[in-house]
Each structure stands twice: as C-alpha cells, then as structure tokens.
C-alpha cells in the first residue's frame, strides 16, 4: 500500500495542507483523507499534516487534488464553492461519524445547522453530543463543513481548528454567514 501524500497551498487565510490517498478503491482516482486549515505558522501547519496524515510530501498534487486546491483557494478567497464532488477516504471513521460527515457536506455554503438538527438527520435524535465528538475528529475541515455546525440557542459551539471559534466564525464570514453570538 502506497503511503499517502500532502502538499502545501497558501490562501487567503493563510498556510493550508491537502493529504490524499490512491489506494481508496475509488476506482483509481486519489481521494482526500487529511485536509489542514492554518496553525500558527507555517511550520505547525507543515508539522500537524504530515503527522497526523501520516504522509509524506509531494512535489505537486494529482490532477483531481490540483482541480479541489483551486477550489479551496477560491473559496477562502470569498466564492464560495460546493466540495461535495471531491472524492473522500473516510475508511478510518466509524459509521456513525461518516454518516454525520455525510449530512455535514450537504450543509450549502452560508448556511449553518446545530449539532441537533444533524442528529435528527443522521436518525439519531438525541445525539447532538456524538454529533460535535464526530465534528471535532473530523479528519477533512472545511470539505466536511463543521464550520457550518453550531450549538442550540444560537451559540457558536466548538471548533477544533487553531484559533477555534474564532476561525470558525472568519470561515462563516467569508461564505456570507453570520456566526450568532460571536463578536470579532
């Protein structure tokens, strides 16, 4: 089995990382198993890809990594974009979380539900705490928008990304959508 690989983009919001696999069974195609938003500096953000992916670096992504990097770019630079085409390895998530991260994509750009909402969608009404522990080890932010996922009552609830709520709610701004109950 080949080891998966990362590769290095800047943004708008600064420093990100990309991580895939070819060997998904997606027919061939590389499928996205790792996605990094911004650390504190550049290094962290390098550092944190490459161990928690567990990949090496590339010198430059596939065609259809290159098309989703493109993509990500545009769409922290303000145009928002719909990522549900992009091919996903989630074979290391459990059922529950791939069905959570499922209902998740579907969440259109500038659009946000609570964590309740999605575990009535998933079937699982009670289960808005599982739904946040699924979001915070969501492998793939932003692709898998919990961004877009928000506590009862309005609250901005978690975010495991650096910078957390706050980051949350400039990823929101940037897709035209309010974060309730935060002040920048």
Not at 45 to 67: D, G, Y
Not at 96 to 111: H, L, N, T
Not at 129 to 154: E, F, T
Request: hydrophobic share 40%; glycine share 10%.
């Amino acid at each position: 089995m080949k080891q998966p690989s990362y590769y290095l983009f800047d943004t708008a919001i600064g420093l990100c990382g990309i991580a895939w696999s070819e060997n998904s069974g997606l027919r061939g195609a590389p499928a996205v198993t790792f996605f990094q938003l911004p650390e504190a500096t550049p290094k962290q953000t390098e550092s944190r890809i490459a161990r928690r992916a567990v990949a090496r670096k590339a010198l430059a992504p596939p065609p259809a990594i290159a098309r989703a990097i493109d993509q990500i770019i545009r769409h922290l630079d303000g145009e928002p974009q719909d990522f549900r085409h992009i091919k996903l390895d989630l074979e290391n998530a459990g059922e529950f979380a791939r069905e959570v991260y499922e209902a998740a994509r579907k969440i259109p750009p500038g659009k946000t539900r609570t964590y309740g909402e999605l575990a009535d969608i998933v079937r699982k009404p009670g289960a808005a705490r599982a739904v946040g522990q699924a979001l915070g080890k969501n492998p793939i932010a932003l692709i898998i928008p919990c961004h877009r996922v928000r506590a009862a009552g309005g609250k901005p609830g978690g975010f495991s990304a650096h910078g957390g709520c706050a980051t949350k709610a400039k990823m929101l701004e940037i897709e035209g959508a309010a974060l309730p109950g935060h002040r920048n």
